[in-house]
């Protein structure tokens, strides 16, 4: 992987929009640099997210809100393509704030481009490669490949004290990137095996990853 690549993680819901997010700079493989925010509400947390992410609408009153973080995502997109796992979460709740990014061009055939993908969604990479494990979600994936040890150091050295567990935005961000750099490929080939459309994934399984 020798492009810029930001992974993000975002708490917060539709309803509520993005109340923590959380950014890790990936270049060269290695992890370069770290972002992570409170934001405001744009209305009430519902009990159902605190018992999520354990923010609550008073700890976030006094932040500034999403949208005040404008440039830092233009910026961020026009270095290089997003990471998420599940990425259609972080795409919708972008596109939200702002339905269309900055101009950038596409990373395949170089078309100019105002959206915020196109995405490497480590869910999706993980399903082509392992079609068989038992599940997906980012905190399965960690244990299965072993890499607590090294998420929690991580953690430790970038994300606040309180926030390093899962369903933490950074916390989420790191996780994502710790599965991203142990598969190898070519950005085209992580963009594809990225894919949510089944066929492709199953048509990648050829080249896999490793």
Known sequence: MNNQLTVIDFEGSV???????????????????????????????????????????????????????????????????????????????????WPTGPITRHPIDASPTVTWGPWIDTLYLYKSCYPQLPSYALSDLISTFQLESALIECAQNVCPRHRQTFHCALFDALAAALLLQRLSGSLPELLYASSSNKKQRENFLQKKLL
Do not use: M, Y
Request: glycine residues 6%; proline residues 2%.
């Open 15 to 97: 309803h509520s929009g993005v109340v923590e997010f959380g950014c890790v700079v990936l270049e060269g493989g290695e992890i370069v640099e770290t972002a992570t925010e409170f934001c405001r509400a744009e209305q009430p947390i519902s009990a159902r997210e605190r018992a999520t992410h354990h923010i609550d609408t008073a700890d976030v009153v006094t932040k500034a809100p999403f949208r005040s973080h404008w440039s830092f995502f233009a910026e961020r997109r026009k270095h290089g393509l997003f990471v998420a796992h599940s990425a259609n979460v972080e795409d919708a709740l972008l596109r939200k704030a």
